[in-house]
């Protein structure tokens, strides 16, 4: 059974950091380029963040350049997305994919920046 389940979401005052965890099973996670989106209340879903199989490329969306990394571990089945100087407009459910011939998506996890 293919599973992503993210972790780590939670509540954080503008300028501080979080790490976003996905953990993969039921599939061969290695094979997979893997992906980080979010969904803000009352907007379409975004690509945030990508990382290709063997973890030798990223591409991050312009809104969180140099402020977001992405990471995987083919040995642990996890992706990871460290979030720095977080602001108020990183509000949103964060949601990893993975991608091959086909989609897995995991359910999300919570984000919220706030004072």
């Known amino acids: 059974q293919v599973q992503l389940v993210e972790s780590g979401g939670g509540l954080v005052q503008p300028g501080g950091s979080l790490r976003l965890s996905c953990a993969a099973s039921?599939?061969?996670?290695?094979?997979?380029?893997m992906s980080w989106y979010r969904q803000a209340p009352g907007k379409e879903r975004e690509l945030v963040a990508d990382?290709?199989?063997?973890?030798?490329?990223?591409n991050y969306a312009d809104f969180v350049k140099g402020r977001f990394t992405i990471s995987r571990d083919n040995a642990k089945n996890v992706v990871y997305l460290q979030m720095n100087s977080l602001k108020p407009e990183d509000t949103a459910v964060y949601y990893c994919?993975?991608?091959?011939?086909?989609?897995?998506w995991g359910k999300g996890t919570l984000v919220t920046v706030s004072s």
């Open positions: 039921g599939f061969t996670f290695s094979r997979y380029a």
């Open positions: 994919k993975a991608r091959n011939y086909v989609e897995h």
């Open positions: 990382i290709t199989r063997d973890g030798g490329s990223t």
